[in-house]
Nanobody, 117 residues
Framework: QVQLVESGGGLVQAGGSLSLSCAAS????????MAWYRQAPGKQRELVAA???????NYADSVKGRFTISRDNSKNTVYLLMNSLKPEDTAVYFC???????????WGQGTQVTVSS
């Protein structure tokens, strides 16, 4: 079992920046993906950004050019740098890790990001 622990959420004004971190309790079996999802009140959870163990990244159209996902595999950690934040970015952000061969999914507990206008 893998535990994911997120940190870095909070309240920020529109146009500001926040950085999220997610540390896994152990290394994820490769090949794998680590990703950030978000869920706003009354909406479905959606993919924000993902990065595979091979280095391939994927972003939601709504965050392209503003958010950057990165990984430090030596620390089993994934980061999300969020710039030019908008009120519509307000959501609970969840870290996800997926092992490709077994298709096992692991989720963090979520961290609140609130962007005020």
């Amino acid at each position: 079992q893998v535990q994911l622990v997120e940190s870095g959420g909070g309240l920020v004004q529109a146009g500001g920046s926040l950085s999220l971190s997610c540390a896994a309790s152990r290394s994820i079996n490769s090949p794998n993906s680590m990703a950030w999802y978000r869920q706003a009140p009354g909406k479905q959870r959606e993919l924000v950004a993902a990065k595979t163990s091979g280095g391939i990244t994927n972003y939601a159209d709504s965050v392209k050019g503003r958010f950057t996902i990165s990984r430090d595999n030596s620390k089993n950690t994934v980061y999300l740098l969020m710039n030019s934040l908008k009120p519509e970015d307000t959501a609970v952000y969840f870290c996800n890790a997926r092992e490709h061969r077994s298709n096992r999914n692991y989720w963090g507990q979520g961290t609140q990001v609130t962007v005020s206008s």
